[in-house]
């Protein structure tokens, strides 16, 4: 027995009769350490057991107690347990190693399945490190990207990616699924619907992300053709013109299929040439967007079948643009230009299709809408008033509820044969097309009345009986006034209307408050009133309905006093300016809530008689007083500036070669009537040292501009040369020049005829605002 084995088992006895003498918890502590040390020690159990037994045996001899072989039992057990929790981590381990070799052995035979697995999907499959290199791949992924496992790793950024394309999001720990554009290794870009978990690799312990590609580009181009056509059909939707649908079909369709300039050519009729509508033309010199060759394309697309696109030039992969008819009618075509050439794929041809319908789709409808909407117009106008007044008026309509250009309000202004002319504005109750109806009626019948020969209070006892055989026309307010310019008088009747408002020239507006009845069609009136009041030269008389006045917390007697104080302001101004001023000033800030209809007239003013010193110098004082005298008599801007030019060209003439000697020049001139073609009166003898007379008058029709002087007359030379034009320019700017040197001196007579101006009706974009001035 080694000395190790003996010491162990001396205490091994020595402590197991303490126990055996005093068993204490303690005692069994000390025989678990045994055990542990008999482990350490390599003693082995048989040595232990039969050790414990002759200790045991020894004990039970020298006493009788026959608790010693259970305490002796327990403290024995205490020994073996360290040792018995060695013996089962050696099992559980030998156990473990067998388990381990057995999986060693499936490995190679799964890994096989794995790959196998893998490459039977249809989809692309890859595995990525946590820093995004791809580490592995299948060959359906090759299939799908054009980069196969030969080639492996793929890091950051992948040969696939597109510059322009979107950022792969952030993976995280989570599963993804996004869609992203790739750029295959043929050049073409494919859609991928991408989806991915995240995993920790079991050997190394690192994050990895395994995930599954699809081709979904045949989904992306299908739902892409859907959005840009939703795109199209929002665009042009509100579009109500060819003009409108063109101005937003054209750019929404270029920026879609990524053309540089989109064209199109209308031909109108046989009798005109195209229109060009191009959108993308900024900074191309003009009629480089359009060459011959181009125009000369459209014009034979547009003879094709509808929707037979080509690319041009025809026959050569890359396509420097697509032509197409656009609609069915055969006079409009559509030419896209790219900027660069470009090979067009099937997708791409089915995208251009789809769009150019939508958009040969909403000009046609446009154009039904154009031709609808014009023959409205056509209808509302011819029931509204003239669409041609006479000189000096302006009128002004504007409807509540648009998009009716009428209402329930009216104006009408009507030359009678007297040469008076007819005014009439009423108000209907009521507003919209009902209104309008009723309003149509009595309006025509106001002008027939008025055509007749009614005067103001007449007209209104007949209309009380036409009112009242028309359904809503009860309560109709009208005012009726007859003007006669020669007389400068006004004769005028009111049924329960605004009254007119007449401004004297540099005075605020007064309110013509006599002539006042009841409105149509409510009382038995024995016999309607009339007012005459005198129209001054030069002044300005504005009849209105009420919608232009009443205003929800105003008080109309404060509106009242702002036309009065716009009036006031404006006697040098033309009558369409006047009516601007008025509307200007009273206009609410959400705009009028009832009709507004609107005539201003202008009384034509008193002669201009200018004497003009034969100084160059005094020519434009004199061009700013006639300026001023014609925005007073009510002639247009560009016909006073024809009319200035020529007077002042006359004035020149007197000025340069009349007095060219110098010194006074007595003679005998007739009176000015006589100079104007009027009534003549005896001849006068009179000395004017180096003037010019100029005299400007006008009437209801015309006016005359006389410019004479008391000097020499110049003749013509037979070679002018750069000068001596001036009388061919007086000629071309007037209607009428008469020159008359037969005695001493010079008379120039220049006269015109004021033009009636006649309203835009074929205008089919237009607000419906109108506002005419004659």
């Known amino acids: 027995m080694s000395a190790a084995l003996a010491a162990f088992l001396d205490a091994y006895s020595d402590a197991l009769r303490r126990h055996l003498n005093s068993p204490t918890q303690a005692s069994l502590g000390e025989g678990y350490e045994l055990g542990r040390r008999a482990l350490i020690e390599g003693i082995s159990l048989l040595d232990l057991t039969e050790n414990h037994y002759r200790v045991v045996q020894a004990a039970e001899s020298s006493t009788a107690d026959a608790k010693h072989a259970e305490t002796a039992l327990e403290f024995l057990l205490q020994t073996l347990a360290a040792l018995d929790i060695a013996t ?127 081709d979904v580009t045949a989904e992306h181009d299908a739902q892409a053709r859907d959005q840009a056509a939703s795109r199209l059909a929002t665009a042009v939707g509100a579009a109500t013109s060819v003009v409108e649908v063109l101005a937003v ?38 009629g480089s967007v359009l060459d011959a060759r181009a125009r000369a394309l459209l014009d034979r697309a547009r003879r094709r079948p509808a929707r037979s696109l080509f ?37 791409d041809w089915t995208l251009f299709s789809l769009l150019i319908g939508h958009l040969s789709l909403a000009v046609q409808r446009a154009r039904n809408f154009d031709q609808a909407r014009s023959t409205s117009l056509t209808l509302q106008r011819a029931m509204l008033g003239p669409i041609e ?45 009902s209104a309008a109806v009723v ?38 307010t009208v005012c009726a006034a007859v003007l006669d310019p020669v007389r400068g008088l006004v004769r005028y009747s009111s049924a329960g209307h605004m009254p007119p408002i007449l401004a ?68 040098g101004k033309l009558p369409r300016e006047v009516a601007d001023a008025v509307l200007s000033r009273l206009r609410p800030a959400a705009g009028y809530d009832d009709d507004v209809a609107m005539v201003v007239y202008r009384q034509p003013p008193a002669p201009l008689r200018l004497e003009i010193p034969a100084n160059p110098d005094q020519l434009s004082a004199m061009r700013k007083r006639l300026k001023a005298w014609l925005a007073a008599a009510a002639v247009p801007h560009d016909l006073a500036s024809d009319l200035i030019a020529a007077a002042n060209e006359a004035c020149s003439n007197s000025i340069e070669h009349a007095y ?48 004479a002087d008391t000097g020499t007359w110049k003749p013509r030379s037979a070679d002018p ?54």
Request: glycine share 12%; hydrophobic share 40%.
């Open 439 to 476: 309003m149509g009626q009595l309006r025509t019948a106001a002008r027939a009345l008025l055509l007749r020969g009614a005067g103001p209070a007449q007209l209104l006892a007949e209309l009380d009986t036409v009112a009242g055989r028309i359904p809503g026309a009860m309560c109709t």
């Open 88 to 214: 089962r981590g050696y099992i559980d381990g030998t156990r473990r190693a067998e388990q381990q070799r057995s999986r060693i052995d499936d490995l190679a035979g799964r890994d096989a399945f794995r790959t196998a697995l893998v490459e039977s999907l249809q989809d692309g499959f890859f595995v990525a490190d946590a820093r995004g290199t791809i580490i592995e791949v299948n060959s359906a992924f090759g299939a799908l990207t054009g980069y196969g496992a030969s080639e492996l790793p793929f890091p950051l950024p992948h040969p696939w990616s597109t510059p322009e394309g979107p950022r792969y999001p952030d993976l995280g720990s989570e599963a993804q699924r996004f869609v992203i554009p790739v750029k295959h290794r043929d050049g073409r870009t494919v859609w991928l619907a991408v989806s991915t978990s995240a995993m920790v690799e079991p050997e190394k312990y690192e994050q990895i992300f395994v995930g599954t590609i699809r």
């Open 721 to 774: 040369g750069p000068r001596g034009r001036g009388i061919d320019m007086m000629r071309a700017l007037t209607e009428e020049l008469e020159i008359d040197h037969s005695g001493l001196g010079t008379r120039v007579r220049m006269s015109v005829t004021l033009p009636a101006i006649k309203s835009p009706v074929a205008n089919p974009l237009r607000g419906t605002n109108r506002q005419v001035s004659g």
């Open 249 to 286: 079909g054209l750019d929404e369709l270029r920026r879609t299929v990524g053309a540089e300039t989109a064209v199109v050519m209308v031909w109108p009729n046989r009798n005109t040439g195209p229109e060009t509508y191009v959108s993308g033309a900024e900074g191309v010199p003009e």
């Open 311 to 347: 690319a041009i030039p025809e026959g050569i992969e890359s396509s420097e643009g697509i032509v197409a008819p656009l609609g069915e009618t055969g006079d409009a075509a559509l030419w896209l230009r790219f900027a660069a050439p470009r090979a067009i794929s099937a997708a």
């Open 504 to 571: 004297d020239v540099g005075q605020p507006g007064r309110l013509l408050e006599g002539g006042r009845a009841v409105p149509l069609a409510t009382f038995d009136t024995p016999r309607r009133p009339e007012a005459t009041t005198a129209l001054t030269p030069g002044s300005t008389l504005v009849l209105f309905t009420d919608g232009l006045v009443e205003q929800r917390g105003v008080d109309i007697d404060d509106s009242f006093a702002k036309i009065s104080g716009v009036l006031a302001d404006t006697a």
């Open 389 to 433: 007044l006479p000189p000096r008026f302006s009128v002004h309509y504007e409807p509540a509820l648009p998009p009716l250009e009428i209402g329930g309000d009216w104006y009408d202004v009507v030359p009678l044969r007297d040469g008076t002319i007819g005014v009439v504005v009423g108000d209907c109750v009521g507003r919209g097309l």
């Open 660 to 707: 060219r000697n110098g010194g006074p020049v007595t003679r005998a001139i007739s009176s000015t009537a006589e100079l104007l073609g009027r009534a003549t009166s005896a001849a006068a003898a009179t000395t004017d040292p180096g003037l010019v007379e100029l005299t400007a008058e006008c009437d209801t029709q015309k006016v005359v501009i006389l410019v």
